[in-house]
């Protein structure tokens, strides 16, 4: 993951694209951050938790943003950056990160319940 934000500078085109390698870099330190040293935080886990999340969700709307743009060669499924498909997938994406995080979360509280922790 950190590979992937970090190779987002040299080829960002778009004001945007910094901001959000910065923000996903920023997601994903926090994440490790807290696995890292904070290992029996309750509070940690759940904030690592939402920060890996928020992290994948932010590499994943360029990757499918560049794929779908790109792919197949010659004739590419999206040329327009407001293509009802483009911003479906990215809406669909979001609905991921929207519905996962808090089903994450729960299972976490679930297993600590369970665990005594």
Same mark, same amino acid.
């Given at each position: ?5 970090? !190779?987002? %500078? ?13 923000? $996903? ?6 994440? %490790? ?21 928020? !992290? ?8 499918? $943003? ?6 197949? =060669?010659?004739?590419?499924? =999206? ?9 479906? =997938?990215?809406? $669909?994406?979001?609905?991921?990160? /929207? =519905? ?8 976490? %509280?679930?297993?600590?319940? /369970?665990?005594?922790?």
């Amino acid at each position: 993951m950190l590979l992937g934000a970090l !190779s987002a %500078y040299p080829v960002a085109h778009q004001p945007v694209s910094t901001v959000i390698a910065t923000a $996903t870099l920023v997601f994903l330190l926090l994440g %490790y951050g807290l696995a890292k040293w904070q290992p029996e935080a309750r509070l940690g886990a759940y904030i690592q938790t939402i920060s890996l999340s928020i !992290s994948a969700f932010l590499l994943m709307i360029p990757a499918v $943003t560049e794929s779908l743009r790109r792919l197949p =060669v010659g004739n590419p499924l =999206v040329t327009d950056l407001k293509d009802p498909l483009l911003l479906g =997938v990215q809406g $669909t994406l979001f609905l991921i990160l /929207i =519905v996962g995080v808090p089903l994450q979360l729960r299972a976490l %509280y679930k297993q600590r319940a /369970i665990g005594g922790q």
